[in-house]
């Protein structure tokens, strides 16, 4: 679908992204590991969220474990594409203590997104809300889907804008890199 000057210009008004007009695309895998931008570890912003009970949860309750946190919704294409993948990462690298931190920005919260859980068959991340999408904001996030990886220590440590397949081998072993070891290895 090619969309003219005004219609676009009318939907970037109405606070679309570039990344959810954009039809989710195959091959995003070797994409994703070439967007993957590194950084020197930083710090993180202070941010909040909630669980699937409302229940206030931050980044803290982590502590010690590498995070990949996605921020994500279920009316943005690229983000539902990369899902099944950010599953199916979790299951993979949960036995070494990652937590793929899902952050939805759905405005209907849970009750919107357990039924995508439930429909797309991910069973392997949490249910965590963003629904004013402070914590994207607070990340500086200009997209959806937008990643942040966070090593061991709580640094923030590599980004990725777009979506990825996140289980693929080579993205598995470069997030297995950035965590870090507890000594401060990055």
């Given at each position: 679908?090619l969309l003219g000057?005004?219609?676009?210009?009318?939907?970037f008004?109405a606070?679309?992204?570039?990344?959810?007009?954009?039809?989710?695309?195959q091959?995003?895998?070797a994409e994703?590991?070439?967007?993957?931008?590194r950084?020197?570890p930083?710090p993180?912003p202070e941010f909040?969220?909630t669980?699937?009970?409302?229940?206030?949860?931050?980044?803290?309750?982590?502590?010690?474990?590498?995070?990949?946190?996605?921020?994500?919704a279920?009316?943005?294409?690229?983000?539902v594409?990369?899902?099944?993948?950010?599953?199916?990462?979790?299951?993979?690298?949960?036995?070494?203590?990652?937590v793929?931190?899902?952050?939805?920005?759905d405005?209907?919260?849970?009750?919107q997104v357990?039924?995508?859980?439930?429909r797309?068959?991910v069973k392997?991340?949490?249910?965590?809300l963003?629904?004013?999408?402070?914590?994207?904001?607070?990340?500086g996030a200009?997209?959806?889907?937008?990643?942040?990886?966070?090593?061991?220590?709580?640094?923030?440590?590599?980004?990725?804008?777009?979506?990825?397949?996140w289980?693929e081998?080579g993205?598995?072993?470069?997030?297995?890199?950035l965590?870090g070891?507890?000594?401060?290895?990055?």
């Amino acid at each position: 679908m090619l969309l003219g000057r005004r219609s676009l210009l009318s939907l970037f008004a109405a606070g679309a992204t570039l990344t959810t007009l954009l039809p989710a695309r195959q091959g995003i895998a070797a994409e994703g590991l070439g967007k993957l931008s590194r950084s020197v570890p930083r710090p993180l912003p202070e941010f909040g969220f909630t669980d699937a009970a409302g229940a206030p949860k931050t980044l803290a309750d982590f502590a010690g474990r590498p995070v990949l946190i996605n921020f994500w919704a279920t009316w943005c294409g690229p983000c539902v594409a990369e899902m099944p993948a950010l599953d199916r990462a979790q299951r993979a690298l949960a036995g070494e203590g990652w937590v793929v931190l899902a952050l939805s920005s759905d405005r209907a919260g849970a009750s919107q997104v357990e039924p995508f859980y439930a429909r797309t068959g991910v069973k392997s991340l949490g249910l965590w809300l963003d629904p004013r999408g402070a914590a994207a904001r607070a990340f500086g996030a200009r997209g959806l889907p937008t990643s942040v990886i966070v090593n061991r220590q709580g640094r923030e440590v590599a980004r990725l804008e777009g979506a990825a397949e996140w289980d693929e081998p080579g993205m598995l072993q470069a997030l297995r890199a950035l965590a870090g070891e507890a000594t401060g290895a990055t």
